[in-house]
Protein backbone atom coordinates (compact mmCIF):
# COMPACT_ATOMS: atom_id res chain seq x y z
CA UNK A 1 0.00 0.00 0.00
CA UNK A 2 1.65 3.22 -0.91
CA UNK A 3 1.34 6.37 1.31
CA UNK A 4 -1.28 7.89 -1.01
CA UNK A 5 -4.00 5.18 -0.75
CA UNK A 6 -4.56 4.43 2.59
CA UNK A 7 -7.34 2.31 1.91
CA UNK A 8 -8.23 -0.36 -1.09
CA UNK A 9 -9.88 1.99 -3.76
CA UNK A 10 -13.44 0.38 -5.12
CA UNK A 11 -14.09 -0.11 -8.70
CA UNK A 12 -15.79 3.83 -9.24
CA UNK A 13 -13.08 5.66 -7.28
CA UNK A 14 -10.02 7.33 -8.93
CA UNK A 15 -6.94 5.17 -8.83
CA UNK A 16 -8.24 1.89 -8.94
CA UNK A 17 -6.79 -0.67 -11.23
CA UNK A 18 -7.20 -4.70 -11.42
CA UNK A 19 -3.97 -3.92 -10.30
CA UNK A 20 -4.86 -2.36 -7.25
CA UNK A 21 -6.64 -4.82 -5.67
CA UNK A 22 -6.43 -6.91 -1.90
CA UNK A 23 -2.87 -8.48 -2.29
CA UNK A 24 -4.76 -11.30 -0.03
CA UNK A 25 -7.18 -11.81 -2.80
CA UNK A 26 -5.21 -11.12 -6.09
CA UNK A 27 -3.93 -14.22 -8.66
CA UNK A 28 -0.48 -14.24 -8.41
CA UNK A 29 1.26 -11.77 -10.80
CA UNK A 30 3.84 -13.40 -13.30
CA UNK A 31 7.05 -10.73 -14.19
CA UNK A 32 7.87 -9.07 -17.04
CA UNK A 33 11.98 -10.15 -17.46
CA UNK A 34 14.34 -7.25 -19.30
CA UNK A 35 15.00 -6.84 -22.67
CA UNK A 36 13.63 -9.61 -24.99
CA UNK A 37 13.29 -12.83 -22.35
CA UNK A 38 9.45 -14.49 -22.51
CA UNK A 39 7.43 -14.05 -19.19
CA UNK A 40 6.30 -16.86 -16.92
CA UNK A 41 3.04 -17.97 -18.58
CA UNK A 42 1.70 -19.61 -14.95
CA UNK A 43 -0.66 -16.65 -14.13
CA UNK A 44 -4.55 -17.33 -14.80
CA UNK A 45 -6.01 -15.49 -17.87
CA UNK A 46 -8.80 -13.11 -17.56
CA UNK A 47 -12.34 -14.65 -18.34
CA UNK A 48 -12.79 -14.78 -21.58
CA UNK A 49 -9.01 -14.34 -22.77
CA UNK A 50 -8.68 -18.40 -22.72
CA UNK A 51 -6.64 -19.43 -26.07
CA UNK A 52 -8.65 -21.83 -28.60
CA UNK A 53 -8.87 -25.36 -27.76
CA UNK A 54 -6.45 -27.13 -30.57
CA UNK A 55 -6.47 -30.76 -31.37
CA UNK A 56 -3.28 -33.17 -30.24
CA UNK A 57 -1.50 -32.93 -33.88
CA UNK A 58 -2.03 -29.27 -34.10
CA UNK A 59 -1.17 -28.32 -30.89
CA UNK A 60 2.20 -29.82 -31.21
CA UNK A 61 2.87 -27.57 -34.01
CA UNK A 62 2.40 -24.66 -31.96
CA UNK A 63 4.48 -26.14 -29.62
CA UNK A 64 6.92 -26.52 -31.18
CA UNK A 65 6.68 -22.95 -32.77
CA UNK A 66 6.54 -21.14 -29.50
CA UNK A 67 9.66 -22.88 -28.34
CA UNK A 68 11.60 -22.23 -31.71
CA UNK A 69 10.42 -18.03 -31.74
CA UNK A 70 12.28 -18.46 -27.66
CA UNK A 71 15.86 -18.76 -29.36
CA UNK A 72 14.94 -15.43 -31.46
CA UNK A 73 15.73 -11.82 -30.35
CA UNK A 74 12.03 -10.67 -30.55
CA UNK A 75 10.34 -8.65 -27.81
CA UNK A 76 8.12 -10.98 -25.59
CA UNK A 77 5.11 -8.79 -27.11
CA UNK A 78 5.92 -9.90 -30.46
CA UNK A 79 6.18 -13.35 -29.58
CA UNK A 80 3.14 -13.51 -27.89
CA UNK A 81 1.65 -11.97 -30.94
CA UNK A 82 3.05 -14.43 -33.26
CA UNK A 83 1.87 -17.09 -31.11
CA UNK A 84 -1.89 -15.97 -30.87
CA UNK A 85 -2.09 -15.53 -34.52
CA UNK A 86 -0.72 -18.99 -35.40
CA UNK A 87 -3.17 -20.42 -32.59
CA UNK A 88 -6.31 -18.36 -34.74
CA UNK A 89 -5.40 -19.75 -37.94
CA UNK A 90 -4.37 -23.79 -36.60
CA UNK A 91 -8.38 -22.95 -34.82
CA UNK A 92 -9.47 -22.04 -37.97
CA UNK A 93 -7.83 -25.38 -39.60
CA UNK A 94 -9.32 -27.25 -37.25
CA UNK A 95 -12.83 -26.01 -37.48
CA UNK A 96 -13.06 -27.75 -40.81
CA UNK A 97 -14.86 -24.39 -42.50
CA UNK A 98 -12.09 -23.68 -44.79
CA UNK A 99 -11.38 -27.39 -45.90
CA UNK A 100 -13.89 -26.97 -48.52
CA UNK A 101 -11.94 -24.56 -50.41
CA UNK A 102 -8.61 -26.45 -51.13
CA UNK A 103 -7.09 -29.55 -51.16
CA UNK A 104 -3.85 -31.14 -49.59
CA UNK A 105 -2.44 -30.36 -46.62
CA UNK A 106 -1.75 -26.46 -45.55
CA UNK A 107 1.01 -27.49 -43.20
CA UNK A 108 3.28 -29.93 -45.95
CA UNK A 109 2.33 -28.55 -49.33
CA UNK A 110 3.04 -25.47 -50.42
CA UNK A 111 0.22 -25.02 -52.87
CA UNK A 112 -2.71 -25.96 -49.85
CA UNK A 113 -0.87 -23.70 -47.87
CA UNK A 114 -1.24 -20.66 -49.82
CA UNK A 115 -5.15 -21.33 -50.88
CA UNK A 116 -5.75 -22.11 -46.74
CA UNK A 117 -4.43 -18.74 -46.03
CA UNK A 118 -5.71 -16.98 -48.91
CA UNK A 119 -9.24 -18.44 -47.83
CA UNK A 120 -8.47 -17.45 -44.16
CA UNK A 121 -7.29 -13.79 -44.84
CA UNK A 122 -10.71 -13.56 -46.58
CA UNK A 123 -12.74 -15.30 -44.18
CA UNK A 124 -10.88 -12.66 -41.28
CA UNK A 125 -12.06 -9.66 -43.36
CA UNK A 126 -15.59 -10.74 -44.49
CA UNK A 127 -16.67 -13.24 -41.97
CA UNK A 128 -14.65 -13.51 -38.70
CA UNK A 129 -17.15 -11.85 -35.68
CA UNK A 130 -16.09 -9.23 -35.37
CA UNK A 131 -14.62 -8.64 -38.94
CA UNK A 132 -10.88 -7.79 -38.93
CA UNK A 133 -9.30 -4.88 -39.83
CA UNK A 134 -6.72 -4.47 -43.16
CA UNK A 135 -3.86 -3.91 -40.61
CA UNK A 136 -5.10 -6.71 -38.42
CA UNK A 137 -4.85 -9.19 -41.74
CA UNK A 138 -1.44 -7.82 -42.79
CA UNK A 139 0.04 -8.66 -38.99
CA UNK A 140 -1.60 -12.00 -39.24
CA UNK A 141 0.36 -12.72 -42.38
CA UNK A 142 3.18 -11.31 -41.27
CA UNK A 143 2.81 -14.13 -37.79
CA UNK A 144 1.96 -16.60 -40.78
CA UNK A 145 5.08 -15.97 -42.90
CA UNK A 146 7.55 -16.44 -40.34
CA UNK A 147 5.51 -19.37 -39.04
CA UNK A 148 5.90 -21.35 -42.21
CA UNK A 149 9.55 -19.69 -42.79
CA UNK A 150 10.45 -21.95 -39.82
CA UNK A 151 8.44 -24.94 -40.66
CA UNK A 152 10.84 -25.23 -43.79
CA UNK A 153 7.96 -24.46 -46.42
CA UNK A 154 8.96 -20.90 -46.82
CA UNK A 155 7.29 -17.38 -46.70
CA UNK A 156 3.48 -17.80 -48.38
CA UNK A 157 2.08 -16.16 -51.51
CA UNK A 158 -0.47 -14.36 -50.35
CA UNK A 159 -0.84 -10.75 -51.39
CA UNK A 160 -1.73 -8.13 -48.59
CA UNK A 161 -4.23 -5.38 -49.35
CA UNK A 162 -3.35 -1.90 -49.10
CA UNK A 163 -3.46 -0.01 -45.72
CA UNK A 164 -6.20 2.60 -45.05
CA UNK A 165 -4.50 6.19 -45.80
CA UNK A 166 -5.45 7.64 -42.33
CA UNK A 167 -2.75 8.32 -39.96
CA UNK A 168 -2.56 6.26 -36.98
CA UNK A 169 -5.31 6.93 -34.61
CA UNK A 170 -3.88 9.85 -31.94
CA UNK A 171 -6.02 11.98 -29.28
CA UNK A 172 -7.48 15.20 -30.46
CA UNK A 173 -6.64 18.29 -28.60
CA UNK A 174 -9.91 18.41 -26.40
CA UNK A 175 -9.31 14.38 -25.50
CA UNK A 176 -5.22 15.54 -24.91
CA UNK A 177 -6.57 18.03 -22.28
CA UNK A 178 -9.11 15.68 -20.46
CA UNK A 179 -6.38 12.71 -20.12
CA UNK A 180 -3.88 15.22 -18.83
CA UNK A 181 -6.21 16.06 -16.23
CA UNK A 182 -7.37 12.90 -15.86
CA UNK A 183 -3.68 11.90 -15.08
CA UNK A 184 -3.25 14.74 -13.14
CA UNK A 185 -5.92 13.71 -10.51
CA UNK A 186 -4.64 10.08 -10.41
CA UNK A 187 -3.74 10.02 -6.42
CA UNK A 188 -1.38 6.72 -7.29
CA UNK A 189 1.92 8.57 -8.60
CA UNK A 190 3.69 5.12 -10.26
CA UNK A 191 0.32 4.86 -12.30
CA UNK A 192 0.75 8.83 -13.28
CA UNK A 193 4.25 8.07 -14.41
CA UNK A 194 3.06 4.86 -16.41
CA UNK A 195 0.35 6.81 -18.08
CA UNK A 196 2.26 9.95 -19.32
CA UNK A 197 5.57 8.04 -20.31
CA UNK A 198 3.83 7.22 -24.21
CA UNK A 199 2.23 10.56 -24.67
CA UNK A 200 5.45 12.70 -23.32
CA UNK A 201 8.16 9.95 -24.47
CA UNK A 202 6.98 7.80 -27.01
CA UNK A 203 7.08 4.73 -24.98
CA UNK A 204 5.33 1.50 -25.90
CA UNK A 205 4.30 -0.60 -23.22
CA UNK A 206 6.75 -3.29 -23.28
CA UNK A 207 9.15 -0.41 -23.42
CA UNK A 208 7.55 0.62 -20.31
CA UNK A 209 7.22 -2.32 -18.33
CA UNK A 210 11.16 -3.17 -18.53
CA UNK A 211 13.05 0.35 -17.62
CA UNK A 212 14.99 -0.44 -14.58
CA UNK A 213 15.65 2.59 -11.92
CA UNK A 214 19.05 2.96 -13.36
CA UNK A 215 17.62 4.23 -16.78
CA UNK A 216 15.96 7.01 -15.31
CA UNK A 217 18.50 10.01 -14.85
CA UNK A 218 17.09 13.30 -13.87
CA UNK A 219 19.14 16.66 -12.82
CA UNK A 220 17.67 20.18 -11.56
CA UNK A 221 18.12 20.81 -15.28
CA UNK A 222 17.02 17.99 -17.53
CA UNK A 223 16.62 14.24 -17.78
CA UNK A 224 17.08 11.09 -19.44
CA UNK A 225 15.81 8.37 -20.34
CA UNK A 226 17.68 5.10 -21.81
CA UNK A 227 15.29 2.69 -23.29
CA UNK A 228 15.63 -0.64 -24.70
CA UNK A 229 12.59 -1.42 -27.93
CA UNK A 230 12.18 -4.18 -29.89
CA UNK A 231 14.85 -6.24 -30.13
CA UNK A 232 16.72 -5.21 -26.96
CA UNK A 233 17.89 -1.86 -29.03
CA UNK A 234 19.04 1.17 -26.54
CA UNK A 235 18.09 4.49 -27.46
CA UNK A 236 17.94 7.83 -25.16
CA UNK A 237 15.04 9.61 -25.12
CA UNK A 238 15.14 13.43 -23.25
CA UNK A 239 12.52 13.93 -20.52
CA UNK A 240 9.94 16.39 -20.98
CA UNK A 241 9.88 18.80 -17.52
CA UNK A 242 6.12 17.11 -17.04
CA UNK A 243 7.52 13.58 -17.04
CA UNK A 244 10.67 14.32 -14.62
CA UNK A 245 8.64 16.25 -12.30
CA UNK A 246 5.78 12.74 -11.99
CA UNK A 247 9.14 10.13 -12.46
CA UNK A 248 10.77 12.09 -9.75
CA UNK A 249 7.51 11.48 -7.02
CA UNK A 250 7.44 8.21 -8.21
CA UNK A 251 11.16 7.72 -7.41
CA UNK A 252 10.81 9.67 -4.06
CA UNK A 253 8.14 7.06 -3.33
CA UNK A 254 8.85 3.68 -4.89
CA UNK A 255 11.53 3.36 -1.74
CA UNK A 256 8.31 2.27 0.38
CA UNK A 257 6.79 -0.43 -1.97
CA UNK A 258 6.99 -4.14 -1.49
CA UNK A 259 10.73 -5.67 -3.23
CA UNK A 260 12.29 -2.02 -3.46
CA UNK A 261 15.43 -2.96 -2.43
CA UNK A 262 15.77 -6.31 -4.00
CA UNK A 263 14.11 -5.62 -7.33
CA UNK A 264 15.87 -3.47 -10.27
CA UNK A 265 12.58 -2.37 -12.17
CA UNK A 266 11.23 1.56 -12.21
CA UNK A 267 7.56 0.37 -11.95
CA UNK A 268 6.98 -2.43 -9.19
CA UNK A 269 3.81 -4.19 -8.34
CA UNK A 270 1.91 -4.65 -5.15
CA UNK A 271 3.82 -8.05 -4.53
CA UNK A 272 7.21 -5.96 -5.12
CA UNK A 273 8.20 -7.89 -8.66
CA UNK A 274 8.59 -6.25 -11.65
CA UNK A 275 5.05 -4.45 -13.30
CA UNK A 276 3.55 -6.76 -15.88
CA UNK A 277 2.28 -5.54 -19.56
CA UNK A 278 -1.30 -6.48 -18.70
CA UNK A 279 -1.51 -4.21 -15.30
CA UNK A 280 0.44 -1.17 -16.88
CA UNK A 281 -2.18 -1.50 -19.81
CA UNK A 282 -5.23 -1.24 -16.70
CA UNK A 283 -3.45 1.67 -16.17
CA UNK A 284 -4.29 3.44 -19.22
CA UNK A 285 -7.71 1.75 -19.16
CA UNK A 286 -8.88 2.86 -15.61
CA UNK A 287 -7.95 6.03 -16.14
CA UNK A 288 -9.57 6.97 -19.63
CA UNK A 289 -12.39 5.38 -18.18
CA UNK A 290 -12.52 8.09 -15.12
CA UNK A 291 -11.71 10.57 -17.96
CA UNK A 292 -14.73 9.83 -19.92
CA UNK A 293 -13.11 9.77 -23.18
CA UNK A 294 -14.98 8.19 -25.64
CA UNK A 295 -12.97 6.70 -27.91
CA UNK A 296 -10.46 3.95 -25.97
CA UNK A 297 -7.41 5.27 -24.98
CA UNK A 298 -4.16 2.69 -24.66
CA UNK A 299 -0.35 3.56 -24.44
CA UNK A 300 -0.43 2.76 -28.21
CA UNK A 301 -2.46 5.73 -28.52
CA UNK A 302 -0.66 7.68 -26.19
CA UNK A 303 2.33 6.83 -28.70
CA UNK A 304 0.70 7.82 -32.02
CA UNK A 305 -0.45 11.07 -30.21
CA UNK A 306 3.64 11.72 -29.46
CA UNK A 307 4.75 11.13 -33.00
CA UNK A 308 1.25 12.93 -34.84
CA UNK A 309 2.29 16.27 -32.71
CA UNK A 310 6.57 16.18 -33.48
CA UNK A 311 5.30 15.66 -36.54
CA UNK A 312 2.64 18.15 -37.33
CA UNK A 313 4.43 20.47 -35.10
CA UNK A 314 7.53 20.83 -38.43
CA UNK A 315 9.98 18.55 -37.08
CA UNK A 316 11.77 16.44 -39.03
CA UNK A 317 11.77 12.58 -39.46
CA UNK A 318 15.28 11.51 -38.25
CA UNK A 319 14.54 13.30 -35.39
CA UNK A 320 11.13 11.75 -34.72
CA UNK A 321 12.22 8.01 -35.27
CA UNK A 322 15.49 8.59 -33.15
CA UNK A 323 12.96 9.63 -30.31
CA UNK A 324 10.56 6.91 -30.92
CA UNK A 325 12.57 3.87 -31.79
CA UNK A 326 11.41 3.83 -35.37
CA UNK A 327 14.30 1.56 -37.23
CA UNK A 328 12.82 2.61 -40.95
CA UNK A 329 11.72 6.32 -41.45
CA UNK A 330 9.03 4.91 -44.07
CA UNK A 331 7.31 3.54 -41.19
CA UNK A 332 6.40 7.43 -39.96
CA UNK A 333 5.08 8.46 -43.42
CA UNK A 334 1.87 7.38 -42.31
CA UNK A 335 1.58 10.10 -40.09
CA UNK A 336 1.44 12.80 -42.70
CA UNK A 337 -1.61 11.11 -44.00
CA UNK A 338 -5.10 12.71 -42.62
CA UNK A 339 -7.01 11.27 -39.64
CA UNK A 340 -10.59 10.29 -39.39
CA UNK A 341 -10.85 13.81 -37.42
CA UNK A 342 -9.12 15.40 -40.55
CA UNK A 343 -11.57 13.88 -43.02
CA UNK A 344 -15.08 14.77 -41.02
CA UNK A 345 -13.64 18.17 -40.74
CA UNK A 346 -13.39 18.77 -44.62
CA UNK A 347 -17.06 18.44 -44.76
CA UNK A 348 -17.84 21.64 -43.16
CA UNK A 349 -16.92 23.46 -46.47
CA UNK A 350 -20.18 21.47 -48.20
CA UNK A 351 -23.39 23.98 -48.11
CA UNK A 352 -26.31 22.93 -46.02
CA UNK A 353 -29.83 25.07 -46.97
CA UNK A 354 -30.96 25.21 -44.11
Given at each position: ???????????????????????ASDPPEHSTPRNGATPRTDTPRRRGARPTPLPDDL??????????????????????????????????????????????????NPTARDWAIRDYRLYLLREATPKRSVRYCNNALAALDDFYVRLGLGKTNVGRDDLPKTAPKAMDARAEIRWLRAVEAWPNARDRAIALLPFYAGLRIGDIVALDVDDVRISARKGNLRVFGKGGKPRDVPVHPTLAVLLQAWLDERPTWPGATRERALF??????RLTTRAASDVFTAIAEHAG?????????????FVTRLIRGGEDLITVAELAGHARLETLKVYSQPTDDDKRGALRHLTVDR
Open positions: MTSENTEIPGPDDPGYTSENTNPAEFLTDYAAVLETVPLSPDTRRTYVSRVRMFLAWLADGTGRRRYRGDPLTLSRRGGLEDATTAHVGRHT
